[in-house]
């Protein structure tokens, strides 16, 4: 189990104006604070001060650029790790190793059936196994249990519990994570403004240019033409809803004869509830996993209620994680270096894995803003 738990900060209090600011954010990170203004009913300066304060505070992790990465010629995988034998300064060790790996995009400790939530990249399973044998080597040992999964098609939902009403009436674009079989190849300018936008989603053109020595005209062309391309998908938060009083669950689900007209009932059932902001369609040992805002544990039990009655036909197991702390969320971890898009052949396969072990365990700004 994960010692080097989370230690809150003093929460902060969020009136409605902060909710709304948050909701707005959520739907679109880069839109002006002067857009924002106009809906909330605030100045752009006033807009411009609480966004300050909710990044300062920590109730924004991040403003996060969502990329489709399969265009850029990855697989993502999501892989969970249950720790033996370990100490504080092991598991600190650990967690420092793969958040500073350039080919992991998600850190993230938890409690319940695992200690670590990760999302590797890599474009086959040759890369996989060389990435995941060098983990191995430094630190198998201090792994119980490892499931590794490919993450299909991932969707971010928007957060309607922010403004307790669902105000979204569109559905954001999925996220093809393994499955989409077209790739586009980038030049060297483009990669840097893909590094720079995955690092925060509303630092400025101007800033942008001036790192790159392009114009900003220019810089907004390229940005407009990662958009159209479907390289760029979405602008949103990512929270830390600790600091707001919510506690962050991840239900990992297992099904069975699951067919087209049951998934898709599911992930209807995902899209419409208001705490549920993230839906991944997996291959591996789980079928599907959520991502969850909670201010009261029994909400949680309802909604674990709702899924294990509506669903009872298809479900066939489910296990619930707390995501204790997010060390890393960055899509574009690589940075603008080495990135060969000569080839286009993806591999799909799971590659070599290490030993699976079946232990007895626990129960488990903008800058510029």
Same mark, same amino acid.
């Given at each position: 189990m994960v010692k080097n738990i989370y230690i809150k900060e003093k929460q902060l209090n969020l009136d409605k104006k902060d909710r709304q600011i948050l909701y707005e954010l959520d739907l679109d990170a880069r839109q002006p604070a @002067?857009?924002? /203004? =106009? !809906?909330?009913? +605030?100045?752009?300066?006033?807009?411009? &001060?609480?966004? !300050? !304060? %909710?990044?300062?505070?920590?109730?924004?992790? =991040?403003?996060?650029t969502i990329m489709d990465t399969a265009k850029l010629g990855y697989t993502t995988y999501k892989v969970f790790f249950r720790f033996q034998n370990t100490t504080i300064e092991i598991e600190e060790e650990i967690i420092r190793y793969l958040t500073e790996h350039k080919y992991i995009q998600y850190v993230s400790t938890s409690e319940g059936m695992f200690d670590l939530n990760i999302n590797f990249m890599a474009r086959s /399973?040759?890369? #996989?196994?060389?990435? %995941? @044998?060098? +983990?191995?080597?430094? &630190?198998?040992? &201090?792994?119980?249990?490892? *499931? #590794?999964n490919i993450m299909v098609k991932t969707h971010f939902f928007?957060? *309607? &519990? %922010?403004?307790?009403?669902n105000r979204a009436s569109g559905l954001r674009k999925p996220v093809y994570s393994g499955s989409n079989p077209d790739t586009v190849e980038l030049d060297g300018e483009d990669e840097k403004i893909l590094a720079i936008l995955a690092k925060n989603a509303r630092v400025s053109l101007a800033n942008i240019a001036g790192r790159i020595g392009m114009s900003p005209d220019a810089v907004g062309a390229r940005i407009k033409k990662l958009e159209v391309a479907g390289i760029i998908q979405n602008y949103i938060l990512f929270l830390n809803p600790e600091q707001m009083g919510y506690s962050f669950y991840t239900i990992l689900l297992r099904f069975r004869n699951l067919d087209a007209e049951n998934e898709g009932k599911f992930f209807q059932f995902c899209r419409q509830n208001p705490n549920i902001w993230f839906y991944? !369609? #997996? +291959?591996?040992?789980?079928?599907?996993?959520?991502?969850?805002?909670?201010?009261?544990?029994n909400t949680l039990k309802e909604i674990v209620m709702i899924i294990k009655r509506e669903f009872s036909d298809i479900l066939s197991g489910y296990s619930i994680m707390l995501s204790v702390k997010r060390d890393k969320f960055d899509q574009y971890p690589m940075g603008a270096q080495g990135l060969p898009f000569a080839s286009k052949k993806r591999a799909f396969? +799971?590659?070599? %894995?290490?030993?699976?072990k079946r232990t007895p365990g626990k129960k488990k700004g903008r800058e510029n803003v």
């Open positions: @002067s857009r924002v /203004a =106009k !809906k909330v009913g +605030l100045s752009p300066e006033g807009v411009n &001060y609480r966004i !300050k !304060k %909710l990044a300062g505070s920590g109730v924004i992790f =991040k403003f996060m /399973a040759e890369e #996989l196994d060389t990435i %995941l @044998s060098e +983990l191995n080597a430094r &630190y198998g040992q &201090y792994f119980a249990e490892c *499931d #590794l928007c957060r *309607d &519990y %922010l403004v307790a009403e991944t !369609k #997996l +291959l591996g040992p789980w079928n599907a996993a959520v991502n969850l805002d909670i201010a009261e544990h396969s +799971l590659g070599l %894995l290490f030993p699976r």
